[in-house]
Structures are given as C-alpha cells and as structure tokens.
C-alpha cells in the first residue's frame, strides 16, 4: 500500500511536560516517553529501571527545553 500526498518537512512538536528515554540493553534506538510533572517521571524512572537504560532529557515548555542537558535550545 503506498502513501498518498506530500510527505511532512517539518518534525514534530514536542508537546509540554517532562520527557525520559528508554533504551534496551544492547540497542542503539531509543523511544522518548513524556509525563506531567517530576514526581510520575520519578516513579517511570524506578519502574523502566529495572530492565532499560533510563535517561532523563528534560522539561519542553512553549517549544524550548527549560532544564536537562538541550536547555535553551528549540524543539
């Protein structure tokens, strides 16, 4: 099945809140997973922990990282 009209050139927005990223052992991909507020990414972190590699990538406010390591930069 092929895919109808013009592709996207623009990426995507990343919506407000707080972003973590996960990574299998071993793998070189990784997905992106937001929650609300500090204490729910707190309690991703203990849960994913056990069996992925847990990073914490920061807070998107309006379009920009507001803390972790891209802070000041656009999304």
């Known amino acids: 099945m092929q895919r109808r009209g013009r592709p996207s050139t ?3 927005k990343l919506k407000d809140g707080f972003y973590i990223e996960l990574k299998a ?3 070189q991909s ?3 997973i937001i929650r609300k507020n500090m204490q729910e990414v707190e309690r991703a ?3 994913y922990s056990k069996n992925k590699i847990v990073k914490f990538l920061g ?3 309006s379009g920009k990282w507001v803390s972790g390591e891209n802070k000041g930069k656009s999304c």
Do not use: R
């Open 10 to 12: 623009q990426p995507p």
């Open 25 to 27: 052992h071993g793998s």
């Open 30 to 32: 990784a997905i992106k």
């Open 45 to 47: 972190i203990e849960m």
């Open 59 to 61: 807070e998107v406010k």
